[in-house]
């Protein structure tokens, strides 16, 4: 069967940084591309940052680009999202996910609150 399961998220202050966790069980994560998504009550889930199987090529949202960065550790079937410089409107839960054989896979999500 396979399993997300995404950690780290909390509160933390304005300006502040947390690390999310993407941890796989079930397949090998470094197969796959994998996408970090968030979203809000009332809103619909927004794509924050992906990562190519080989970890070669990333992407992030606009409103997030130079302040978070994505990341494999193959050796632990993770994937990280190490978030800087958080501002209260990055608050949401995060998800991650992937696409396996046209199916996709998320997590349960992890919670992020950004407020002083």
């Known amino acids: 069967q396979y399993q997300l399961l995404e950690s780290g998220g909390g509160l933390v202050q304005p300006g502040g940084s947390l690390r999310l966790s993407c941890a796989a069980s079930g397949f090998a994560l470094n197969d796959y591309a994998v996408g970090w998504f968030r979203q809000t009550p009332g809103k619909e889930r927004e794509g924050v940052s992906g990562i190519s199987s080989s970890g070669d090529n990333t992407k992030y949202a606009d409103s997030v680009k130079g302040r978070f960065t994505i990341s494999r550790d193959n050796s632990k079937n993770t994937v990280h999202l190490q978030m800087n410089s958080l501002k209260p409107e990055d608050t949401a839960v995060y998800y991650c996910?992937?696409?396996?054989?046209?199916?996709?896979?998320w997590g349960q999500g992890t919670q992020v609150t950004v407020s002083s």
């Open positions: 996910n992937v696409d396996i054989l046209r199916r996709h896979y």
